[in-house]
């Protein structure tokens, strides 16, 4: 019984229940849910944009647009940190068919038409008084 109770003994029991993880009565030093050996901890991924897309029911295409920019100029009211620029229109069986919704051509400053895609006459910033520019009536 002695000889249980040496050192090389212990340092035996230690390494074993670190192994075990703390499992089994190990005590270990990992824990019971985190393992001796792990890669480690990723930094956190930067936000990434995703895409909703919502069905609705219209007459024509033309019909389709026009509900479309509506619906997505209210999102942008009630939600702000939606990408109004980046909506898009397209068949319901054929997303691969997306057509741009808004103008989103970039100004001097670096800001983008708010306008939408193929209007006619200047540029528009978005909100009231925005800037304008390029050519048009």
């Given at each position: ?103 989103g ?16 006459g ?16």
């Amino acid at each position: 019984m002695r000889e249980q109770n040496e050192s090389r003994y212990w340092r035996q029991r230690r390494a074993i229940g670190a192994l075990l993880g703390g499992r089994a009565g190990g005590g270990g030093v990992a824990g019971p849910d985190r393992p001796l050996l792990a890669p480690p901890p990723r930094a956190p991924r930067p936000p990434r944009r995703f895409t909703v897309h919502l069905g609705f029911l219209a007459a024509d295409a033309d019909r389709a647009r026009e509900l479309a920019v509506a619906y997505a100029e209210g999102l942008s009211l009630l939600r702000p940190e939606l990408a109004l620029g980046a909506a898009a229109l397209s068949p319901a069986d054929a997303w691969q068919r997306a057509e741009r919704l808004f103008c989103g051509a970039v100004g001097p400053d670096g800001e983008r038409c708010a306008d939408v895609a193929g209007h006619p006459g200047f540029h528009h910033a978005p909100g009231p008084g925005g800037l304008g520019w390029g050519g048009g009536d």
